[in-house]
């Protein structure tokens, strides 16, 4: 069932790094110690990658945050959204990541224990503050994105995408063919917004979370970052507003939110 907020609104006001402001409305705040929300398995978390002998497959994943990244240490691991119980039921993790000596946060995606070649964490090069190096910095209104495609084919065009504030961000290593094909698992695990199984919490805010089942160019990420959604675009499967309750514009069958701590 569906549960309400209690103690994570706040009514705020996201504001780009331009000081433009996007909307007027709530955000859900995790406190980085024990603060998720937990959405029953379902369509929307399945990112089923296309391994070898399976169809293609594609996803975005899209989602506002202000991130506090206080009191971190080095190699510290803050995660947005994440799908798998434990270690051996790990589909993928979308996080932030402190590294020593970069201007901000790394982004970064984790495809589980689905390819052939294991797991693999795509991540963008070290971030210096250039557009094409952001990364995403502490207590600032950032947009993330994830996008990845995928023909089913262990050798050829395969490539995993990350975006902030509607910028490509340059890549660490190859984002084609690494490990083969990143195949995501598609266990029957919760998706979790600010934790991971192995308690990987976020600290800060988030807005407005977006998981399509389609490969978002990179103008439709850029000029439709601010807008809002009616809920009945193509090929969007979940949406999470966190504008009133936890199933706020959830689309139909993108499973219940529940609160954690």
């Known amino acids: ?9 706040g009514v705020g006001t996201i504001t780009n790094n331009d000081g433009a402001a996007i909307r007027n409305g709530y955000r859900l705040q995790f406190d980085g110690t024990d603060d998720f929300i937990s959405v029953s398995d379902g369509a929307q978390s399945r990112l089923s990658m296309g391994d070898a002998g ?11 945050v202000y991130h506090d990244g206080v009191g971190a240490s080095t190699n510290d691991v803050h995660s947005i959204a994440a ?14 990541l402190d590294s020593a000596g970069h201007a901000n946060w790394t982004l ?3 495809d589980g224990l689905g390819g052939p070649g294991g797991a693999t964490d795509f991540t963008m ?16 209104w950032t947009h993330v994105a994830v996008t990845y495609s995928c023909d089913g084919n262990t050798s050829n065009n395969n490539d995993t995408k990350l975006y902030v504030n509607g910028i490509a961000q340059t890549m660490a290593g190859d984002p084609d063919n690494a490990n083969g094909v990143a195949a995501v698992s598609t266990s029957a695990t919760a998706l979790t917004f600010g934790k991971s199984y ?9 807005d407005d979370i ?25 090929n969007l499967v979940g949406h999470w ?20 701590e």
């Open 1 to 9: 069932s569906a549960g309400t907020i209690v103690d994570g609104v």
């Open 54 to 64: 399976v169809s293609a497959n594609n996803f975005s994943f899209e989602a506002w």
């Open 241 to 260: 507003a966190l504008d009133n309750t936890l199933t706020d514009n959830v689309v139909p069958g993108s499973g219940a939110a529940q609160a954690g």
């Open 83 to 96: 799908k798998g119980a434990n270690s051996a039921n790990f589909d993928w993790q979308i996080y932030l």
């Open 125 to 140: 090069a070290a971030p210096d503050g250039t557009a094409a190096k952001m990364g995403v910095p502490d207590n600032t």
């Open 108 to 110: 970064a995606f984790y």
């Open 198 to 206: 192995a308690g990987e919490f976020y600290k800060g805010y988030m």
């Open 210 to 234: 977006r998981i399509w089942s389609d490969v978002r160019s990179a103008n439709e990420i850029l000029y439709n970052k601010k807008a809002a959604l009616r809920g009945d675009e193509q």
